[in-house]
């Protein structure tokens, strides 16, 4: 662990792994799969390939890429420090993930990436408390839940409903959401 980088957020974690990954992000998808851990399908570009995953409960959003020369990493963000590491942990454990120090590159772009999650975190904390009943964690969830849902192809309106699901989002916040 003391080669991640972590950031926080008042309860908001932000994990950064940098590494090497000898398999492709699809054998990775394959090896880590089970009960609680979903993955989207891999999204191959040029030079770069991005895999999107969806840990719960409790919430955890991960992301890994990895480079045509195998360099990679894994960001995860969660309200659960213990359970992101966990998680992060076995990802690393099953699929020969070499971690090695970050960079100050890596850390740029995660630092760089954090103004757009403390929007959405304060967002979600004003939505909660104008509305009151639900609560902050079921909301962040449905967020990024939501988000997850797109990588795997579904429409905004699809994944909505599916994530509202999922966290148990009461009917007077299902019909805010569809406004």
């Known amino acids: 662990m003391e080669n991640y980088f972590e950031i926080r957020h008042e309860k908001l974690y932000v994990f950064g792994v940098l590494g090497k990954l000898e398999r492709t992000l699809q054998q990775l998808s394959s090896l880590c799969k089970n009960g609680k851990l979903e993955f989207a399908p891999v999204k191959e570009g040029s030079g770069r390939d991005f895999l999107a995953g969806f840990y719960y ?4 959003d991960i992301t890994l890429d990895r480079l045509r020369n ?16 966990r998680v992060i942990d076995e990802i690393i454990g099953k699929s020969g993930f ?3 120090k970050p960079d100050p590159s890596f850390v740029r772009q995660i630092t760089s990436e954090l103004t757009i999650e403390i929007r959405t975190y304060a967002l979600i904390e004003a939505m909660v408390a104008s509305v009151g009943s639900v609560d902050f964690e079921q909301m962040w969830g449905l967020s990024r839940y939501t988000h997850f849902l ?5 429409s905004e309106e699809q994944a909505t409903e599916l994530a509202a699901d999922k966290f148990n989002i009461p009917p007077k916040i299902r019909r805010l959401l569809k406004k």
């Open 57 to 60: 409960p409790p919430a955890i």
């Open 70 to 85: 195998k360099e990679s990493s894994i960001v995860a963000y969660s309200l659960s420090k213990d359970e992101a590491l």
């Open 150 to 154: 797109q990588y795997k192809n579904y």
């Open 98 to 100: 070499k971690v090695i």
